[in-house]
Antibody, heavy 120, light 110 residues
Framework: EVQMVESGGGLVKPGGSLRLSCAAS????????MNWVRQAPGKGLEWVSS????????YYADSVKGRFTISRDNAKDSLYLQMDSLRAEDTAVYYC?????????????WGQGTMVTVSS | QSVLTQPPSASGTPGQRVDISCSGS????????VNWYQQVPGTAPKLLIY???RRPSGVPARFSGSKSGTSASLAISGLQSEDEADYYC???????????FGGGTKLTVL
């Protein structure tokens, strides 16, 4: 079964750091572009970051550029999001997503999400 | 506000057809395929339409997508109560460059 499980969310103070992880299974992780998408409470979806299979190309939303770092370990079938200098507006559910092969830029598999709360 | 523009709400009665629009620009919808996601509150989003008009395995044929120029549309025919959810359009923007979503449309089945 194709599956992705996020972990690492929690409560952190403004200015703090958190590292999210996403463990993938059921598919050849190293073949796929991976992404983080977030959703603030009661709000819509927001694309956060993407990383291609080889890690050669990485993209960030302007709202997180310079504060968040996406990375992956293909040997461990894992995706990461290092979040520094966290702000209240970063409070959201963070989803790990897979860009499907031959599906253009569509996110065909989503994790269940992990909640990040930034509050003093 | 969102790069892609969707109506905040839509509604219909069972059996009706509902259309949800998504408006963008030449650097996003005009240059890249559009995808649609369905999200039932409290759950993760689910891919509904990819590459403008293709349905993943398991998605009913009642759902269809189209694109023309810098706009796209999701059509739901034969509306059912279980279609009540939030719907999001999405694509890539070449000029930013980054992924972009619409603000979402809350569909109510009356």
């Amino acid at each position: 079964e194709v599956q992705m499980v996020e972990s690492g969310g929690g409560l952190v103070k403004p200015g703090g750091s958190l590292r999210l992880s996403c463990a993938a299974s059921g598919f050849t992780f190293s073949h796929f572009r991976m992404n983080w998408v977030r959703q603030a409470p009661g709000k819509g979806l927001e694309w956060v970051s993407s990383i291609i299979s080889s890690s050669s190309y990485i993209y960030y939303a302007d709202s997180v550029k310079g504060r968040f770092t996406i990375s992956r370990d293909n040997a461990k079938d894992s995706l990461y999001l290092q979040m520094d200098s966290l702000r209240a507006e970063d409070t959201a559910v963070y989803y790990c997503t897979r860009t499907g092969v031959y599906l253009g830029n569509a996110f065909d598999v989503w994790g269940q999400g992990t909640m990040v709360t930034v509050s003093s | 506000q969102s790069v892609l523009t969707q109506p905040p709400s839509a509604s219909g009665t069972p059996g009706q057809r509902v259309d949800i629009s998504c408006s963008g620009s030449s650097s996003n919808i005009g240059s890249n395929p559009v995808n649609w996601y369905q999200q039932v509150p409290g759950t993760a989003p689910k891919l509904l339409i990819y590459n403008n008009n293709r349905r993943p395995s398991g998605v009913p044929a009642r759902f269809s997508g189209s694109k023309s120029g810098t706009s796209a549309s999701l059509a739901i025919s034969g509306l059912q109560s279980e279609d009540e959810a939030d719907y999001y359009c999405s694509t890539w923007d070449d000029s930013l460059p980054m992924g972009v979503f619409g603000g979402g449309t809350k569909l109510t089945v009356l």
